[in-house]
T-cell receptor, first 118, second 117 residues
Framework: AQKITQTQPGMFVQEKEAVTLDCTYD???????LFWYKQPSSGEMIFLIY??????QNATEGRYSLNFQKARKSANLVISASQLGDSAMYFC???????????????FGTGTRLTIIP | GAVVSQHPSRVICKSGTSVKIECRSL??????MFWYRQFPKKSLMLMAT?????????EQGVEKDKFLINHASLTLSTLTVTSAHPEDSSFYIC?????????????FGPGTRLTVL
């Protein structure tokens, strides 16, 4: 079974609208972390936001927020007021286990290509 | 934030030659670095975990003798693609973990695009 599933290969969104990128995950480990990265055409992976499995509140970072629904095992990224510069590939990733114990490996989803339309 | 560099950013080589890619942490020490491979329009796949002063840990299916990893210092890890073939053409990205940093980030390099003719 896929550990990270991103079901939207591509999305087109009008500028200034909000957009939700879907991510579901599969793990039996009670301790895990969920990440979202942005990859522009240059190729660099840019960290956007993080959610720990024990975090009580949904993570927010500026225009980015993570809609964490633990029971449903989903961690959707919400981008508010989209901008042209948001056009990129977006990857959801998971780290299983507690970081303290050297669990640093990330498993990535297949990504969603977001295109913002002027 | 922490900065990770990769060199070269692009390399084109002939089949059969070896190519070395460097990953450096510029403003922090990294005991652990990771090497990923990304095929066109595909996700990142972890190839190996590089530990300073010890042997790398390879993921299942990754040829150790093909992809040599050396983590000689706390700021440098190298990936050498030996006897490269066209199927090795890919985008290789490294990442690094801060030694005493937060628990929620790996810092990624800008990637190296390898084309084997």
């Amino acid at each position: 079974a896929q550990k990270i599933t991103q079901t939207q290969p591509g999305m087109f969104v009008q500028e200034k609208e909000a957009v939700t990128l879907d991510c579901t995950y599969d793990t039996s480990d009670p301790s895990y972390g969920l990440f979202w990265y942005k990859q522009p055409s240059s190729g660099e992976m840019i960290f956007l936001i993080y959610q720990g499995s024990y975090d009580q509140q949904n993570a927010t970072e500026g225009r980015y927020s993570l809609n964490f629904q633990k029971a449903r095992k989903s961690a959707n990224l919400v981008i508010s007021a989209s901008q042209l510069g948001d056009s990129a590939m977006y990857f959801c990733a998971m780290r299983e286990g507690l970081w303290d114990f050297g669990n640093e490996k990330l498993t990535f989803g297949t990504g969603t290509r977001l295109t913002i339309i002027p | 934030g922490a900065v990770v560099s990769q060199h070269p950013s692009r390399v084109i080589c002939k089949s059969g030659t070896s190519v070395k890619i460097e990953c450096r942490s510029l403003d922090f020490q990294a005991t652990t670095m990771f090497w990923y491979r990304q095929f066109p329009k595909k996700s990142l796949m972890l190839m190996a975990t590089s530990n300073e002063g010890s042997k790398a840990t390879y993921e299942q299916g990754v040829e150790k003798d093909k992809f040599l990893i050396n983590h000689a210092s706390l700021t440098l890890s190298t990936l050498t693609v030996t006897s490269a073939h066209p199927e090795d053409s890919s985008f290789y990205i490294c990442s690094a973990r801060v030694v005493a940093g937060t628990d929620n980030e790996q810092f990624f390099g800008p990637g190296t695009r390898l084309t084997v003719l």
